[in-house]
C-alpha cells in the first residue's frame, strides 16, 4: 500500500493536529482495521526551504524576461533540483530517524527531496500519532489503508 504525505517530520513536536478529515470519499465504504503487522510503504515529500523556493521564483522570472541578460537560458531538471533540495541536515535526520526505528528509508530523487520507507501500521500509528482503517472502493474493490487524521 502507499501513503503519501507532503511532509513528514516525526522528530518534532507531535502532538499539533497536522490534517484530519470529517469524512471519507463518497466511492470508498469503510471496512474496519488492518492487521498491525499490515506492511505499508511511506513516501514522504521534504519542503525546500522558503529560500529555494524564492530563488527559483527569482530565477524563473529573470530567464522569462526578455530584457534580462539571463532570458532564454533555461535551467535543467537537474540545476531546479540542485536549488530546491531540501537541507542536507532535513535528509540527515530523516534517514536517522527511521534508521534508529530499524527502518530502511531510501532517497528516490537526486536531491532527496523524496523518500520511501516501509513499515508496519503499528509503527505509522505509533509515529504519526494516528489510526488507520481499511477502506474498499465500492467499484474496483480495491482496499487501501488510510488514517483521517495525523499528528
Known sequence: ???S?????????????KESRDTHPAAWEKIGS???????????????SDQAVSSL??????RSN???????QWMSNDDVHA???????????????????????????????????????EEVEEILEAEYDSFVHKDTESVVHRTMSYR
Not at 488492518?34 to 525546500?48: C, E, G, I, R, Y
Not at 521564483?57 to 529573470?62: K, Q, S, V
Not at 526578455?66 to 532564454?72: A, E, L, V
Open 5 to 17: 504525505l507532503l511532509t513528514l517530520l516525526p522528530f518534532v513536536a507531535a502532538s499539533t493536529l
Open 34 to 48: 488492518p492487521t498491525q503487522d499490515q506492511k505499508v510503504h511511506l513516501t514522504l515529500f521534504l519542503s525546500a
Open 57 to 62: 521564483e527569482r530565477e524563473f522570472l529573470d
Open 66 to 72: 526578455p530584457t534580462s541578460s539571463k532570458f532564454g
Open 83 to 121: 536549488l530546491v533540495a531540501p537541507t542536507t541536515d532535513s535528509v540527515s535526520a530523516v534517514m536517522s530517524y527511521f534508521s534508529s526505528r530499524g527502518a530502511l528509508a531510501v532517497a528516490r530523487t537526486s536531491n532527496s527531496d523524496v523518500i520511501t520507507v516501509d513499515l508496519t501500521v
Open 1 to 3: 500500500m502507499k501513503f
